[in-house]
């Protein structure tokens, strides 16, 4: 449960952070000093890597509360 | 239970007009007429028309042979099986989402419109909160809905044609610009006239209501074909109509203005009420638009909950007002956050595209029963087979692709949403055949996989063999997510069944 509820945490942290570089909140696209070239591909790959976390860790979860 | 049938050729013809008259006409010819075609417009009307009383054939014929409830999703399924009638179902379902946060958005237009006749300074503010009217509406109406709203008579149907009988007469009397309504100078070609074809079909879609009730009409199989024909024989003339007389009055300027484009036109046609009276129809037309989109959306997702494609809940039903109202809010949550995007040209596109390929898919279907039971009963049977229904699989297939010679940047991105749409739902049906189970099992082999490559390209980075992964994030955290994934990855992997 603990690492179901730690990784669906973690990936919404995640998802979170490439919402807030696409849309560049607090210019955090200057701050992180990538190239633009590489910063959608980097995004791509933080929604998909979050998005299969959240899911993962919600199987987690929901297999606990079943053995309850 | 057998449904009853009662409904003779007239209601039959007044259910395709109350179809096919909707909000669609109040919005979709603005862009159509100032970026796409031109007076053109009148052109693209006559051949979207044409080419879906082409497609409304073998609609007839498979309606007529099964007139049972469900529609498209009945016919593909008896043809192709559950996989390809789950894939139409979902076309259908996005189709009608689409059109209803379309209806959403026109509403708002109209209201800001009839507002601005009052108080012209409060035009630029209600277009502004746009999206927050929209969602507004949506919630309303799917409020009213789950409490079991009753739809609008067919006197709203005659209320309209009057409506619009009175524009065309009054524009023909009036001298009209001349114009040039054939596609010899549109603005983009012939590809834009065929642009605006494809943008302005959902104006025409709403005839496949008549489809859809055919369970309800006495003598389904002379009673349904003559009913397509009939609505069709008297849309097509009267949207052309309508189109002629307001491209004469409204010149093409080089901007286009501010105003929805038919009320613009009925307020010169009709100088004092024009204007309000089609914001006011408009608004009705959205609303009820809006109320059926989310009927026809949600029993489609019962539909295909009911055969096992999307999860059970979607069947609840209102303890108190005995609605489908998971199903119904499911739907507007995704109307809610397309109507607050507010692109018109987009919502037009998209909605478009789904239906287009259940028109395709409808008329494969059509050639595969004629092969697969060919002495199946068919009160009807489509003209000139079977040229008609492959005409009317390329007719579809070629209005799909046609925007994308113009670069059409609306048409393209309602294209990419439709492919990353389709990719969803081919997913979701793998994901669903697969159980519970066995998708643990996968996703937990592939986190495994991710957290172990993640370690392992770390380790590289650190010891300069390969460029960092993502430069901007420390080494440990990712060793620490890559632990996780790792420790998730196991415990999903050894999941009991």
């Given at each position: 449960?603990?690492?179901?509820?730690?990784?669906?945490?973690?990936?919404v942290l995640?998802?979170i952070?490439?919402?807030?570089?696409?849309?560049?909140?607090?210019?955090?696209?200057?701050?992180?000093?990538?190239?633009?070239?590489?910063?959608y591909?980097?995004?791509?790959?933080?929604?998909?890597?979050?998005?299969f976390?959240?899911?993962?860790?919600?199987?987690l979860?929901?297999?606990?509360?079943?053995?309850? | 239970m057998?449904?009853?049938?009662?409904?003779?050729?007239?209601?039959?013809?007044?259910?395709?007009?109350?179809?096919?008259?909707?909000?669609?006409?109040?919005?979709?010819?603005?862009?159509?007429?100032?970026?796409?075609?031109?007076?053109?417009?009148?052109?693209?009307?006559?051949?979207?028309?044409?080419?879906?009383?082409?497609?409304?054939?073998?609609?007839?014929?498979l309606?007529?042979?099964?007139p049972?409830?469900?529609?498209?999703?009945?016919?593909?399924?008896?043809?192709y099986?559950?996989?390809?009638?789950?894939?139409?179902?979902?076309?259908?379902?996005?189709?009608?989402?689409?059109?209803?946060?379309?209806?959403?958005?026109?509403?708002?237009?109209?209201?800001?419109?009839?507002?601005?006749?009052f108080?012209?300074?409060?035009?630029?503010?209600?277009?502004?909160?746009?999206?927050?009217?929209?969602?507004?509406?949506?919630?309303?109406l799917a409020?009213?809905?789950?409490?079991?709203?009753?739809?609008?008579?067919?006197?709203?149907v005659?209320?309209?044609i009057?409506?619009?009988?009175?524009?065309?007469?009054?524009?023909?009397?009036?001298?009209?610009?001349?114009l040039?309504?054939?596609?010899k100078?549109?603005?983009?070609?012939?590809?834009?006239?065929?642009?605006?074809?494809?943008?302005?079909?959902?104006?025409?879609?709403?005839?496949?209501?008549?489809i859809?009730?055919?369970?309800?009409?006495?003598?389904?199989?002379?009673?349904?074909?003559?009913?397509?024909?009939?609505?069709?024989?008297?849309?097509?003339?009267?949207?052309?109509?309508?189109?002629?007389?307001?491209?004469?009055?409204?010149?093409?300027?080089?901007t286009?203005?501010?105003?929805?484009?038919?009320?613009?036109?009925?307020?010169?046609?009709?100088?004092g009420?024009?204007?309000?009276?089609?914001?006011?129809?408009g608004?009705?037309a959205?609303?009820?638009?809006?109320?059926?989109?989310l009927?026809?959306q949600?029993?489609?997702a019962?539909?295909?909950s009911?055969?096992?494609?999307?999860?059970?809940?979607?069947?609840?039903?209102?303890?108190?007002?005995?609605?489908?109202?998971?199903?119904?809010?499911?739907?507007?949550?995704?109307?809610?956050?397309?109507?607050?995007?507010?692109?018109?040209?987009?919502?037009?596109y998209?909605?478009?595209?789904?239906?287009?390929?259940?028109?395709?898919?409808?008329?494969?279907?059509?050639?595969?029963?004629?092969?697969?039971?060919?002495y199946?009963?068919?009160?009807?049977?489509?003209?000139?087979?079977?040229?008609?229904?492959?005409?009317?699989?390329?007719?579809?297939?070629?209005?799909?692709?046609?925007?994308?010679?113009?670069?059409?940047?609306?048409?393209?991105?309602?294209?990419?949403s439709?492919?990353?749409?389709?990719?969803?739902?081919?997913?979701?049906?793998?994901?669903?055949?697969?159980g519970?189970?066995?998708?643990?099992?996968?996703?937990?082999?592939?986190?495994?996989?991710?957290?172990?490559?993640?370690?392992?390209?770390?380790?590289?980075?650190?010891?300069?063999?390969?460029?960092?992964?993502?430069?901007?994030?420390?080494?440990?955290?990712?060793?620490?997510?890559?632990?996780?994934?790792?420790?998730?990855?196991i415990?999903?992997?050894?999941?009991?069944?």
């Amino acid at each position: 449960m603990i690492v179901g509820i730690m990784q669906s945490m973690v990936a919404v942290l995640i998802v979170i952070f490439a919402c807030g570089i696409y849309f560049n909140f607090f210019d955090i696209q200057t701050s992180l000093n990538a190239a633009v070239e590489s910063l959608y591909l980097h995004i791509l790959a933080l929604f998909v890597f979050g998005f299969f976390s959240i899911i993962s860790g919600l199987f987690l979860v929901h297999e606990w509360l079943e053995s309850r | 239970m057998k449904t009853k049938r009662e409904l003779g050729l007239f209601n039959t013809v007044i259910m395709g007009l109350s179809g096919a008259i909707g909000f669609e006409i109040f919005v979709l010819l603005d862009y159509a007429y100032f970026h796409l075609a031109g007076s053109s417009i009148v052109s693209a009307l006559l051949l979207a028309g044409l080419i879906n009383l082409l497609i409304m054939f073998s609609y007839c014929e498979l309606g007529a042979a099964m007139p049972e409830v469900g529609g498209e999703y009945t016919y593909i399924k008896t043809a192709y099986g559950g996989y390809i009638a789950f894939i139409s179902g979902c076309f259908r379902w996005l189709a009608s989402v689409f059109a209803a946060a379309l209806a959403a958005v026109c509403f708002t237009q109209q209201l800001a419109y009839l507002f601005s006749l009052f108080v012209p300074e409060i035009e630029s503010f209600m277009l502004a909160q746009m999206p927050l009217i929209a969602i507004a509406v949506v919630i309303i109406l799917a409020t009213s809905e789950i409490k079991g709203a009753k739809k609008p008579g067919i006197f709203i149907v005659f209320a309209f044609i009057a409506i619009f009988a009175i524009f065309i007469a009054s524009g023909l009397l009036r001298e009209l610009t001349p114009l040039e309504i054939l596609p010899k100078q549109p603005l983009e070609g012939l590809p834009g006239v065929f642009a605006a074809t494809v943008y302005m079909f959902p104006m025409f879609f709403g005839m496949r209501a008549l489809i859809a009730s055919a369970a309800f009409i006495k003598h389904p199989g002379k009673n349904v074909p003559k009913g397509i024909l009939l609505s069709a024989l008297l849309i097509i003339p009267l949207y052309a109509s309508i189109a002629y007389v307001a491209t004469g009055v409204i010149p093409l300027e080089e901007t286009r203005p501010p105003a929805p484009f038919l009320n613009l036109a009925a307020e010169n046609v009709l100088p004092g009420v024009g204007g309000a009276l089609f914001a006011i129809a408009g608004m009705v037309a959205s609303l009820s638009a809006l109320g059926t989109s989310l009927t026809v959306q949600s029993s489609i997702a019962r539909g295909m909950s009911r055969d096992g494609y999307l999860p059970k809940v979607l069947l609840s039903i209102h303890r108190r007002f005995g609605t489908p109202y998971v199903a119904i809010i499911a739907g507007s949550l995704f109307i809610m956050v397309l109507s607050a995007i507010g692109a018109v040209e987009f919502l037009g596109y998209a909605a478009s595209f789904g239906s287009l390929l259940v028109f395709a898919l409808v008329n494969l279907s059509l050639l595969k029963l004629r092969k697969k039971k060919p002495y199946m009963e068919r009160p009807f049977k489509t003209p000139l087979y079977p040229f008609t229904p492959i005409a009317g699989v390329i007719m579809s297939v070629t209005l799909l692709v046609f925007p994308m010679f113009l670069r059409d940047v609306n048409a393209a991105s309602a294209l990419v949403s439709g492919i990353g749409l389709t990719t969803l739902v081919l997913m979701t049906y793998y994901l669903r055949m697969m159980g519970r189970y066995r998708l643990q099992i996968a996703i937990g082999g592939v986190g495994l996989g991710i957290g172990v490559s993640l370690v392992l390209l770390t380790c590289l980075s650190e010891a300069c063999f390969v460029s960092p992964i993502l430069p901007y994030i420390p080494s440990y955290i990712i060793l620490v997510i890559s632990a996780i994934s790792i420790i998730a990855g196991i415990l999903n992997a050894t999941a009991h069944g």
